[in-house]
Structure formats: C-alpha cells, structure tokens
C-alpha cells in the first residue's frame, strides 16, 4: 500500500513552518512567499470576468487564448518566438506544469539531473513519476556556477533530461550564457531535454544580464520553459503559470495536464491576463524593494562573519549562507554531522528555539546545500531587522 | 457614483477626440476580429512607417469606449483611480491641437458586447478596415454568433475604401456581401485575391508563398504560428495599396 508515496516527503519548509508555529513570537526568515498582496489592477479585472460571468466554465485545456496571445506578445518582447495556439500552455502553477512536462518526456526509471542546491519539490515531482533524481553539485567557490564536467558525468543511458532552477532558489545564483551554451551542447550530445524554470527572471540585481536557452530557436524542441505569476506578481495563492517549447512537446505535456487539472483555474488566468496587461510597474516597484531588502541582508550577514559565509545573491528574494562548523561544534557537538559539516535541519531547530528565528535548512535543497540556511528577504524589512537582533543577541558571545 | 463618473468620462473624450480627428483628418486603418489583432496592427505599423508615413497604433487593450480615445489622443489611464484620471481631463482637451499628430492612425477595435462596434465607428470612420477572424471568443457577450457577427457587418459596411478580410474564415468571408469599399480576400483558398501556399516549419520559423495576380513572393519570418502568416500577409496589401494610391 501507498507504494508510490512512501519515498515523497512533506516539504522541509512546511515542517519548518509547522515546528515555528509553536512559538507564538517567531519571525521567520523562512518563508518563500512574497509579504505584498496581488496588484490592485489584478484584482479589478478579476472582478470584471466575475461579472461578465466567465470565470464558471473550463477553459480550453491549453488555457484562454486571450492569455495565451498575451503570453506570446509578452515572451516576444524578450526574445523569444512561440507559437501561443500550439506551444504555450497555461497550467495550474509551476509545480503542474513542471510534473506534466516530467511525466511527458519520461518513462519510469529514467534519471533527471538536478543542479543542487536547488528547489525542494523537484526531488519529489520526479519521484512521483517514477524517475530517479541524480543530483549535482554546484560550486559554491565559483559562486553556485555549474561544473560542466560533473554533468558529463552524471549521464547514464537512463537519463532523460536535466532540469534546473535559473535564477536558481536558494542561492539566487543566475547561471550565465556560457554555463547555459555548454550546458545546451551536452544534452545536443546526448539527446536530452533541459527543464528550465525561470520563475525569479523578473528580480535580477545590479544590472546582471539574463539569458535563457528558450532563445535560441535550434534548442526549442529540447527546452521546455516555465514561468509562474506567483513571484513576479504577488500571486502566489492564485496557482497560476505557464510553460512553453516546441509544439511536439506540447502537444504530449497537454495530455498530461489535461488528465490532471483538465485547465488552470479560469479565475486565475483573468488574473494572469491583468498582470500581463498592466503588471509591469507593480514588478518594478517589487524589484526595488527586494534590492533594498537584499542589500539589509547581505549587510547584517556580513556583521555576523565568524558564524555565516554568503555569496551575494544576484536574484530572487533568497540568501543561503553556510554556518561555521567550528562555531556549531563550540555551540553543541550534535550539531555536527558524521561528515564534520553542520546538520543543517538541528541547526535551525536551535536558531528557533533559542532566538525564536525561523529559517529553511540547506539539507531541504539537496545534499550540497547541508551546512547552509536559506533566509527570505521576501518579508518587510521590519521583520529582517527583528530577526537579526535577535541573531545579533544570540550569538554576542560566540 | 463610478458609473455615473464612467458615462462622463465616456462623452467627455468621445467629443474631444471626435474634435481632434477633425483637426488632423488622419488615415484610420481599423483591425478588428476574434484573435490577432495585436500581431497585424505592429506588422501595419511597421510597413506604414518604412513608407515615412507618422503613425500611431493603439497599446494592447486602448481597444475600447474609454481606451480607443485615449489612444488617439495620446493620454495615459488612469484605471480605478480618480485621482489618476484628473490630470488625464485636465490635459485631453490640449491634445485637439497637438502638434505632430500622425497623419495615420492603426487602430484595434475591440468588441466584446453587443452595440460595442456601434459606439467605436461613431468615433472613428476607417478608410481601411481588417478584419482577422471570427470566433466564438466573446460570444458571452452576444445572444448568440449571429449578433456578434452584425458587429464586424458594420464595420464592414462603414469602412470607405479598402475591407480586407481572412477568406479561410466562413463568417469573415460573408462579410464580403456587406461591404462598400473595395475588397481584398486573403487565406490558402483558392479564391483569395493574396494566397497564402506552401507553409513549411523551419527551425528558425517558417517560410511560405503569397501568390496575388501581379506577383509570387518567398517569405521566410522568424515567428512560427499561422497567425504570423496571416498578419504579415495583411501588411503586404497594405503595403500594395500604398503604392498604388497618390495620396495615403
């Protein structure tokens, strides 16, 4: 019984948040969800379709074609050609169409490569479907960069695709055109398909450039693409994304997803269409405020450097600094692993209990990230001060 | 309150723009249809200012009773916001005479409910009108197609010069029966006046031939999807009947 899920476990980061309920005056750091509400815009066309009486019935599986013309205007502007009556399809958040695309391509058995420390549900969506996760690290003294060489690697005649996270959560790390290319000439070599998710493209910092290998019209029938609403647009709960490739791929990844959610929540793609008309500055204003909120982070870490080390992320709402294995062994020896690094998951668990902080373990983002927390800044910056007093006061006399 | 504040608004720059369009006396190219309107009014947009024409399109959703106005008059919206709408009436009267105001206009009609067309051709009169499809996209709005499709007949019949229509498109191609101006089918059927033959997916896009009476033309685009077809098949009739016009 329960065969297919006794290796799937429950989110870290939901555990973390169950353990920091229990204390009534936690701050948490730990949370991947944006503090701002949904645009207003957003929510008056909303209101629209709820009036108009259209939001009751199914869409199309593929999504509305009002939105999906929308998305390929919108993908358009960043240089990327698709085609929105056969190559885009909206689905029900990131994670359906992310789990679609892997149970499309894949057979059971078949190994997707995973760069880590990435993403926490990965792991999972390939398990449920039968596949085997093979992770890689990335390189933490090249700021979270690929090694190309540990990928050659990683293939096996079962492996089927490598799926990464760009800007990547939890390092914030955004993999440049050169990693990206040869990356691209491995799966030519080997025939496989690369799963980007590039949900955090829209918070980039200090002018960094991003690419994608969606760009590149001779790798569309190898990338399948996907963005969410979620971040970008404060819709985290509205479960609201899309993914586009070549149409043969397409074409497979909607019968998927027609038998799991048959279409994305007609109410949300109105919402989608609201963002895509007029979201544009609300992201602006986000971008700015994350940057601020970055640069409170990184610079109260750097207050505390004999207990974290940290590579400035470049992306997203996330650090992931690595903890002093000499200041956790002076703290308490259990907090060491067998393997002499910091147990990253008894790690957090004293930072609650003692400073009433509530982080992300590393260990929950792959094997690499053990050692590491990965605090959000996605939260007011009332609440970042708050936490680091409280760090700060914590570890005065280390 | 809002309403009543909309219907003000409504008529307020309805006559301003009606104004202004008496001033400047600007080409009006109309593209309406279910789907695609945005790709042909940029593929329009293109050709036209090639030709050193001054055009202006409207942005994506200025479509509307309050939007087209505000397109046409070069104004911003102010959405749900009055406070954001008031510089928007201090300044709309301004515009009637601003100086380099395009000498043509593409302008997207949107229609989403019944009476919709009406309300925009008493704003605008299109010498040129396009339209892209018709599907059952919007039918909530209309008690059923047959009264969405009085709604591009009216176009059709208002539009002085030139009605392109999409001939693969059965309720487009009746259109045609209603129309005073001069008519340009397009499609892959066989009596299209600009026939679409040969589409091939490439890697890079997609390549096809557009076969009219004078000449055969090999297109290659960049974009893939039928859609890109058709919008830059709209754009070489255009650019065909520029040349053969004095005066656009």
Known sequence: MFERTQDLRLSIIKQMELEASKYPDAVSLAQGIPNF????????????????????????????????????????????????????????????????????????????????PTYTSYREVIKLSG?????????????????????????????????????????????????????????????????????????????????????????????????????????????????????????????????????????????????????????????????????????KLANLSKIFDFVTPDSSYYVFPGISPKLAQKIDKNLITEQGRVDSWKFALWLLEKAQVATVPGMAFGPNGEGHLRLSFGREKENIEEAFRRLEKLFKNC | MKKIFKILLKYYLKYITKLALLVHRPTIVAVAGSTNKSFVKKEIKKTLEKKDLKVRANPKNFNTEIGLPLAILYLPSGYNEYRKWLPVIFKAPLKIFQKNFPSCLILELGTSDAGDMKYLLSLVKPRISIVTNITQRYL????????????????????????????????VRELASRAQAKIIKFGEKDDSDYKIKDIKKEKKGQTFILKNKKKNRDIELNKFGKHHIHAHTISFIIKDYFNGQKKF
């Not at chain 1, 029900?92 to 078949?110: L, V």
């Not at chain 2, 009085?150 to 498109?169: G, Y």
């Open chain 2, 140 to 171: 909530e709005g209309y008690n059923d197609m047959n009264e969405m499709v009085k709604e591009f007949a009216l176009l059709a019949a208002k539009t002085s010069n030139l009605l392109i229509l999409n001939n693969d498109n059965n309720r």
């Open chain 1, 37 to 116: 509400d949904t645009p207003e815009f957003i929510k008056r066309r909303v209101e629209r379709a709820l009036k108009r009486g259209v939001v009751a019935k199914y869409s199309l599986s593929p999504g509305l074609p009002e939105l999906r013309e929308m998305v390929e205007e919108s993908l358009e502007t960043e240089g990327m050609f698709y085609d929105w009556e056969k190559e885009i399809l909206i689905t029900a958040g990131s994670i359906e169409g992310i789990t679609a695309s892997i149970m499309a391509i894949t057979k059971p058995g078949d190994e997707i490569i995973i760069p880590e």
């Open chain 1, 131 to 299: 596949c085997r996760p093979v992770f890689v690290p990335l390189n933490k003294e090249k700021g979270w960069a690929f090694e190309i060489e540990k990928y050659k690697q990683a293939i096996t005649s079962k492996t089927k695709a490598i799926f990464y996270c760009n800007p990547n959560n939890p390092t914030g790390t955004i993999y440049d055109r050169t990693q990206l290319l040869k990356l691209a000439e491995l799966a030519e070599k080997n025939d496989l398909f690369l799963i980007s998710d590039e949900v955090y493209k829209d918070f980039i910092y200090d002018e960094k450039n991003f690419f994608s290998l969606a760009e590149i019209p001779e790798l569309r029938k190898r990338v399948i693409r996907i963005f969410s609403f979620s971040k970008a647009y404060a819709m985290t709960g509205w479960r609201i994304a899309y993914l586009h490739s070549d149409e043969q791929n397409v074409k497979e990844i909607t019968k998927v997803h027609d038998s799991l959610v048959t279409c994305a929540p007609v109410i949300s793609q109105y919402a989608a269409l609201g963002a895509l008309e007029a979201g544009k500055k609300d992201i602006k204003n986000f971008k700015k405020k994350y940057l601020e909120r970055r640069n409170l982070i990184c610079k």
